[in-house]
């Protein structure tokens, strides 16, 4: 079965400074892999989503995702963070197995100081 | 667009009693999902949908019943609510394109006392 993991639970940056958040998957073949955003609140919004092709991945608000196969890895990188990017961030992975049953990973909380 | 809507948003009961989170989705999506989330949990996927008619257990069903009697919408029933089952409630769908992402709800948060 496929697992997701989050090694962080918080991270706390500065503004404008880079970040880049983790996650790492276990599944024996190439995944669908997401990264979502969830504002205090909110339901969860989809960041980027990679599938095949180019390993690096645009996403909206300024945000790239890297898949790394070796490293079994998928993480969420933004080059200058600021305040609106303060919320929880979660990594899924989503296989077929019959039916489209994704996995979640436990959220990375972040927070931006001034 | 409405995409996909939650009713009720926030909901008190007392333990013992029941209720249902009703999930309305306007996009035609043949998947819905139910999950719950908790501090430091993440999602936990307690109920499934693949096609009306159908419904199938998730990682945490206990507790829980749903109905998918209408394409459109997906019911999460608690029969006799216990504080365990305080926690935030989503609703997600998605088509069967498996390339495409799960759209979410805002969420429902229930307090049972």
């Known amino acids: 079965a496929q697992s997701v993991t989050q090694p962080d639970i918080h991270i706390t940056v500065s503004e404008g400074a880079s970040l880049e958040l983790r996650c790492n998957y276990s599944?024996?073949?190439?995944?669908?892999l997401f990264w979502y955003v969830q504002s205090p609140g909110q339901g969860l919004q989809l960041l980027l989503k990679?599938?095949?092709?180019?390993?690096l991945v645009q996403g909206i608000k300024g945000f790239e995702a890297e898949f790394k196969r070796s490293q079994s890895s998928f993480n969420l990188r933004k080059p200058s963070v600021h305040w609106s990017d303060a919320a929880e961030y979660f990594c899924?992975?989503?296989?077929?197995?019959?039916?489209?049953?994704?996995?979640f990973g436990r959220g990375t909380s972040l927070i931006v100081h001034p | 667009n409405a995409g996909v809507t939650q009713t009720p948003k926030f909901r008190v009961l007392k333990t013992g009693q029941s209720m249902t989170l009703l999930c309305a989705q306007d996009?035609?999506?043949?998947?819905m999902y139910w999950y719950r989330q908790d501090p430091g949990m993440g999602l936990r996927l307690i109920h499934y949908?693949?096609?009306?008619?159908?419904?199938a257990k998730g990682e945490v069903p206990d507790g829980y019943n749903v109905s998918r009697l209408k394409k459109q919408n997906f019911l999460l029933g608690l029969e006799s609510a216990a504080p365990s089952q305080t926690s935030v409630y989503f609703c997600?769908?998605?088509?069967?394109?498996?390339?495409?992402?799960?759209?979410f709800g805002d969420g429902t948060r229930l307090s049972i006392l």
């Open positions: 996009m035609n999506h043949e998947y």
């Open positions: 949908s693949v096609g009306e008619g159908t419904t």
């Open positions: 997600a769908s998605s088509s069967t394109n498996y390339n495409q992402p799960q759209h």
């Open positions: 899924a992975v989503g296989v077929v197995r019959g039916s489209y049953i994704p996995t």
């Open positions: 990679y599938f095949s092709g180019d390993t």
């Open positions: 599944y024996g073949a190439t995944p669908y």
